[in-house]
């Protein structure tokens, strides 16, 4: 009879501990995941930026001279990421290859010109410096128009100011709700022991030998779940970087060791104040207040 209920009692502290860690696992998984998104962030928003394309297109009279100083002006200038020089007959080939017919049967010429799709860093892709770039393009007399997306260009970055803040907001929430959650766990795993803390306590034994145990138990939950946390997250981290290579997301290996070791820290310190705490206020609770 007693071997039962010991196995009973042993299957339900192995499911305690279970659920501890588990908890502590998915939050610290989900804070860990919030936290590499934030150090990438910038990065992503920097490459959606260096997608708009600037186009120059040069007048018909400008010859091979003309199209070579260019090219050596954009190479020495810090603002251009990279270029690609299209000339007109590549422009034709590539609207009929979109349009699907040759609009010059029906015209006998080449409308278009040859032009120069140029891609900017991310620092100057906002509205000022892109007019000044425009304007410094336009004094040469053999550009004949300088194109862009200038609606797009305002839109993006007005639309990564707020992003930036709403991910600020959620950050800090989702940092609460993770230190709410794991504290939890931790008061119902010390409230299933008030008997055998009281216990400890009317034979004579010390508040800090009795929260010793429960503090180094709850650290050592704390260790497993977080270093479960840490293993998700770089099996995630290493398959998004796998499946969508453009994004770079191994690119700052030290933020990324610093945001994993954070997540353990934070498994650690959240258990050890929230045991802490716990194992106090049952310590300081009367008897009959047990129950």
């Known amino acids: 009879m007693s071997s039962s209920f010991e196995k009973f009692q042993k299957r339900r502290l192995i499911s305690s501990y279970f659920s501890v860690v588990l908890s502590i696992f998915l939050v610290l998984f989900l804070l860990g995941i919030l936290g590499l998104f934030v150090i990438n962030s910038k990065r992503l928003s920097d490459n959606f930026k260096e997608e708009i394309a600037m186009t120059v297109f040069f007048k018909n009279e400008a010859n091979d001279s003309v199209i070579n100083a260019f090219k050596g002006q954009l190479k020495a200038e810090k603002f251009v990421k990279s270029y690609a020089y299209v000339t007109k007959e590549e422009a034709a080939k590539n609207h009929k290859d979109i349009i699907g017919?040759?609009?010059?049967?029906?015209?006998?010429?080449?409308?278009?010109?040859?032009?120069?799709?140029?891609?900017?860093?991310?620092?100057?892709?906002?509205?000022?410096?892109?007019?000044?770039?425009?304007?410094?393009?336009?004094?040469?007399?053999?550009i004949s128009d300088v194109v862009y997306d200038k609606q797009l260009v305002s839109l993006v970055n007005d639309n990564i100011q707020k992003v930036s803040l709403w991910i600020l907001i959620v950050s800090g929430f989702l940092a609460l709700v993770a230190v709410l959650l794991i504290n939890s766990s931790m008061r119902l795993s010390i409230y299933s022991n008030r008997f055998i803390i009281k216990t400890m306590q009317m034979v004579g034994a010390t508040k800090s030998f009795i929260r010793k145990p429960f503090i180094w138990r709850s650290i050592w939950l704390g260790i497993v779940g977080s270093v479960l946390a840490i293993v998700a997250l770089i099996g995630t981290l290493y398959w998004l970087n796998i499946t969508y290579p453009g994004l770079e997301l191994l690119a700052e290996p030290i933020l990324i060791g610093a945001v994993l070791i954070g997540v353990l820290l934070v498994g650690i310190l959240i258990t050890w104040i929230s045991t802490f705490f716990a194992t106090q206020r049952f310590l300081n609770l009367r008897t009959d207040d047990l129950y």
């Open 101 to 142: 017919e040759d609009f010059m049967e029906f015209l006998g010429m080449n409308p278009l010109q040859n032009s120069f799709d140029i891609y900017l860093n991310a620092e100057y892709i906002n509205t000022e410096s892109i007019r000044k770039i425009e304007t410094s393009f336009r004094m040469n007399e053999m």
